[in-house]
Each structure stands twice: as structure tokens, then as C-alpha cells.
């Protein structure tokens, strides 16, 4: 039972550079979100995706994109990386039934370094 | 303002102590209330999850939501070193909606 997963776990990148953080959730929960999480501001939303074929920005979406590439994957991509995109990323999904529609289930985490 | 207010500790207990983790919010329309754990290098996971005012207790853990006073607190009874991680407060104002608020999280250490 994977629930949801990130990949991939560490990654350094030099300014300027591109990658796509990948995620996948077995769960068939129809939500999935990409936060950022960094010291003394808790988790902040980036982009979601509240079913296959849509997305809407969160809190913090400049320089950032993503794909919600089926149900089940949903990927983050950093066009031209920037020192201040240093962070941990999280990767979660929500239920749509019963108690699930307010929980969310989170990746472990891909720590991500811009020099 | 933020919107939600938690104090990043951390806090440092002996086993066994009675743990008072406390967040207080200034949006009187969550309703929601969750508590999520996160171990180090590790993602959060649902503790405690509470639907308007009161309380909830699930073994050693209880939740309580004031909305008067718009607080909430997660109490830990017998305290033990496992407990020690950041303790993250969640809310949402519908059980439907994509806007869920988290704390910056209280790092409790519980020391043998």
C-alpha cells in the first residue's frame, strides 16, 4: 500500500535550471496538491488539482507549473530554478467520500537545494 | 495577522509529561480542525481530525476545538519519546474546498 509518492527524494540544482518533480498516488482520490514547506512558514500551497483535466494556483505559484497527467499522477515543474525555490516539496491527495473529503495524504518529501 | 498563529517550540518534555500543543486562528468560518505528526525528513500524517466545537480522544491523544476563543489544542497523555516530531494544526472552512490553512508546526521533543 504506497499511498503517495514522490520522486525524487533529494535533488541540487544550479540557477537556471530545469526539473519536474514527479508524484503518484494509488489511492483513487480525485485531489491531489504540491506545497512547499520551509522553516517558521508552515506549508504553503503552490498549485492543485481537484480532479483529471484541472488545475488552479495556490498561494505561491510564480515559477511554477504542473501537470495533472491522469488520475493518479500529478507532477511539478520548475521552468528555471532560483535559489529561493530551496525548500522541501510536498506532494499530497484527498479523498472526495466521507471523513477523506478533509484529510490529506502526503508524500515523504523531495528536498530540493538551488545554488 | 496569519492566519493561523502556532507556537514553533521547540518544547522539551520528560517521558511521561502531559503535552498541551495550542494553535489559535483568526477565520471564525473553519469549521474543519485537523492535527497532523511529522517525523524528521518524513511527510505529515493525519493525527486528530475534529468537526466544529468540543472534543475528540483517541488513545493517549485529545483534541479540542474552542470557536469562541478560536482555538485548539492537542493534549498527550504519558507522554513517550515516539511522540517526538513537529506537531502541525490544519483548518478548513468546507468539507468540499481546496483552501486548507496549516500552522507552521511546534517541535516537541519528549526525552527518556
Known amino acids: 500500500n504506497a499511498g503517495v509518492t514522490q520522486t525524487p527524494k533529494f535533488q541540487v540544482l544550479k540557477t537556471g535550471q530545469s526539473m519536474t518533480l514527479q508524484c503518484a498516488q494509488d489511492m483513487n482520490h480525485n485531489s491531489m496538491y504540491w506545497y512547499r514547506q520551509d522553516p517558521g512558514m508552515g506549508l504553503r500551497l503552490i498549485y492543485y488539482s481537484a480532479s483529471e483535466g484541472t488545475t488552479d494556483k495556490g498561494e505561491v505559484p510564480n515559477g511554477y507549473n504542473v501537470s495533472r497527467l491522469n488520475k493518479r499522477e500529478f507532477s511539478l515543474r520548475l521552468e528555471s530554478a532560483a535559489p529561493s525555490q530551496t525548500s522541501v516539496y510536498f506532494c499530497?491527495?484527498?479523498?472526495?467520500?466521507?471523513?477523506?473529503?478533509?484529510?490529506?495524504?502526503f508524500g515523504a518529501g523531495t528536498r530540493l537545494s538551488v545554488l | 495577522q496569519k492566519e493561523v498563529e502556532q507556537d514553533p517550540g521547540p518544547l522539551s518534555v520528560p517521558e511521561g509529561a502531559i503535552v498541551s500543543l495550542n494553535c489559535t486562528y483568526s477565520n471564525s468560518a473553519f469549521q474543519y480542525f485537523m492535527w497532523y505528526r511529522q517525523y524528521s525528513r518524513k511527510g505529515p500524517e493525519l493525527l486528530m481530525y475534529t468537526y466544529s466545537s468540543g472534543n475528540k480522544e483517541d488513545g493517549r491523544f485529545t483534541a479540542q476545538v474552542d470557536k469562541s476563543s478560536k482555538y485548539i489544542s492537542l493534549f498527550i497523555r504519558d507522554s513517550q519519546p515516539s511522540d517526538s516530531a513537529t506537531y502541525l494544526c490544519?483548518?478548513?472552512?468546507?468539507?468540499?474546498?481546496?483552501?486548507?490553512?496549516f500552522g507552521p508546526g511546534t517541535r516537541l521533543s519528549v526525552l527518556p
Open positions: 499530497a491527495s484527498r479523498g472526495l467520500a466521507g471523513i477523506a473529503k478533509n484529510i490529506q495524504y
Open positions: 490544519a483548518m478548513s472552512a468546507t468539507n468540499y474546498g481546496q483552501n486548507f490553512v
